[in-house]
């Protein structure tokens, strides 16, 4: 009974659909996505309906989200980005619950597929580059040329803008695929050792799973943070080109 | 929200962003100069050498970004 540790990432089509070519099967992902989107909207609409002075547990947490995700656009964007609050909130919320959520055996973990963050990461990157061009015109184009670069050195320059300005959605996706994958294929190994392993020393890599997922959580948390941060940064870029880059220098 | 706040954390986060930072310019350039050999110059191994190098350009370019920002932030 060799089985891959890759073995839980595979997923199976409980209903087919086709729909003009396009496969809209329902499988297991799409299940998972359903319920965090109905836990996620359950548990903020329970603690935004009590709206009391001295605060619920759930009323504090949710609260406590609210000024994190408010801090996070302020820094990165300043005032101009609370314009954006409800998208970068709607995506960190559901990226940190998909990672979380994932982490209960038996469920899967949706940003663990690269179909999921990739079109997250196409997305966000498409969104910021119009927000670019409406917000400059064709001045956004200048976001290829970095400030105070020598008139020689442009031809040098502008593809290598060009190709880091193209790095950005993959590098994006990848991250927040990659890290979600390994962690649970770590898991999937080590939890595997310890049933093979037996009373003996199957006790040891069942420590190990234990502490990773610990871990886990962790990495949970910092991937939703990333994957949101950058979002306001790339977001932020557009709206003041070359804005964060002149106080840098 | 404590583990982003919490400095371990905090820094694993940094640490992995800018491994994948390298990783994907380098990706995207060296794709970029394949793409550009096989379909458009028919220029042999040229345009892939050209993209590798300056996706590792790149790379190092949007590390730098990112570091410059960790010292705004402190």
Redesign the interface.
């Given at each position: 009974m060799e089985e891959s540790p890759l073995h839980p990432f595979e997923l199976h089509n409980y209903i087919p659909i086709n729909l003009f070519g396009l496969d809209i099967s329902i499988n297991k992902a799409v299940i998972m996505m359903w319920v965090v989107v109905g836990l996620v909207t359950f548990l903020l609409i329970r603690a935004a309906t009590s709206r009391r002075m001295v605060p619920t547990k759930l009323q504090s947490l949710a609260e406590l989200f609210v000024g994190f995700i408010r801090d996070m656009i302020l820094d990165t964007m300043g005032k101009d980005g609370m314009k954006f609050f409800p998208f970068v909130a709607t995506l960190f919320i559901f990226i940190l619950f998909c990672n979380l959520l994932g982490l209960i055996p038996g469920t899967y973990t949706v940003t663990s597929q690269i179909v999921v963050t990739a079109a997250f990461s196409i997305f966000v990157y498409t969104m910021s580059i119009v927000v670019g061009f409406v917000l400059h015109g064709v001045k956004f184009l200048g976001i290829l040329v970095p400030p105070g670069t020598p008139g020689w050195l442009l031809p040098l320059m502008m593809p290598i803008e060009l190709v880091s300005q193209l790095a950005r959605p993959l590098s994006l996706a990848v991250r927040l695929f990659a890290n979600m994958t390994a962690g649970h294929t770590i898991l999937g190994v080590l939890f595997g050792l310890t049933i093979t392993g037996g009373l003996l020393i199957g006790w040891l890599p069942f420590v190990f799973t234990i502490a990773m997922n610990g871990l886990e959580v962790g990495i949970a948390f910092i991937q939703a943070y990333i994957f949101t941060i950058l979002t306001c940064v790339y977001l932020g870029d557009a709206f003041h080109l070359h804005g964060a880059e002149g106080h840098a220098h | 929200?404590p583990?982003?706040n919490?400095p371990f954390?905090a820094g694993?986060?940094q640490a992995?962003?800018i491994g994948?930072?390298l990783?994907?310019?380098l990706?995207?350039?060296g794709g970029?100069g394949w793409a550009a050999d096989t379909y458009l110059l028919k220029s042999g191994t040229w345009g892939l050498v050209i993209?590798l190098v300056?996706?590792a350009?790149?790379?190092i370019?949007?590390a730098m970004?990112l570091a410059?920002?960790w010292?705004?932030?402190g």
């Open positions: - | 929200m583990p982003p919490d954390y694993l986060g992995v962003r994948t930072e990783l994907a310019a990706i995207v350039g970029l993209g300056i996706g350009a790149a790379g370019r949007n970004r410059q920002r010292d705004k932030s």
